[in-house]
């Protein structure tokens, strides 16, 4: 059994628009079946819901809505596929950078003027004629 990660932490899609699917994954269960197991509920029940697919004809009753969303600590929405899981990539990096050190923050500084002046410089020859 995996210890869950939640949906928020999710950095990278796994692939395709099955969100439940990528949901367990990310969690580190393997199996539709470990899954269920560990909502108690049985493992044909949790598989038709990831064949289902996203949408509101997923046929996920609410209350199995909410267990799974409680599960993975996501929003209901995400999990009966209303909300965009791709969209959960975009993480908000100023709470990340503000735990930073004084030397953490100087290192980020300097490493994004290094990439900015990197793309200055590839604009820059893009712009000359041949």
Same mark, same amino acid.
């Given at each position: 059994? =995996? *210890? %869950?990660?939640?949906?928020?932490?999710?950095?990278?899609?796994?692939?395709?628009?099955?969100? %439940?699917?990528? %949901? +367990? +994954?990310?969690?580190?269960?393997?199996?539709?079946? @470990?899954?269920?197991? =560990?909502?108690?509920?049985?493992?044909?029940?949790?598989?038709?819901?990831?064949?289902?697919? @996203?949408?509101?004809?997923?046929?996920?009753?609410?209350?199995?809505?909410?267990?799974?969303? @409680?599960?993975?600590?996501? *929003?209901? @929405?995400?999990?009966?596929? +209303?909300?965009?899981?791709?969209? %959960?990539?975009?993480?908000?990096?100023?709470?990340?950078? =503000?735990?930073? *050190?004084?030397?953490?923050?100087?290192?980020?500084?300097?490493?994004?003027?290094?990439?900015?002046?990197?793309?200055?410089? +590839?604009?820059?020859?893009? =712009?000359?004629?041949?």
């Amino acid at each position: 059994m =995996s *210890s %869950l990660i939640p949906a928020c932490a999710l950095k990278h899609p796994i692939g395709g628009k099955r969100t %439940l699917q990528r %949901l +367990r +994954r990310q969690a580190g269960f393997r199996s539709a079946k @470990d899954f269920a197991e =560990s909502l108690g509920i049985p493992s044909s029940t949790y598989a038709r819901y990831e064949r289902a697919g @996203d949408g509101v004809d997923c046929g996920i009753p609410l209350p199995a809505a909410w267990q799974i969303a @409680d599960a993975f600590g996501c *929003s209901i @929405d995400l999990v009966v596929g +209303r909300e965009d899981i791709d969209a %959960l990539e975009a993480e908000d990096i100023q709470p990340r950078y =503000s735990a930073l *050190s004084a030397e953490g923050r100087r290192l980020v500084e300097s490493y994004l003027a290094y990439v900015e002046l990197g793309e200055q410089g +590839r604009a820059h020859q893009g =712009s000359r004629l041949p």
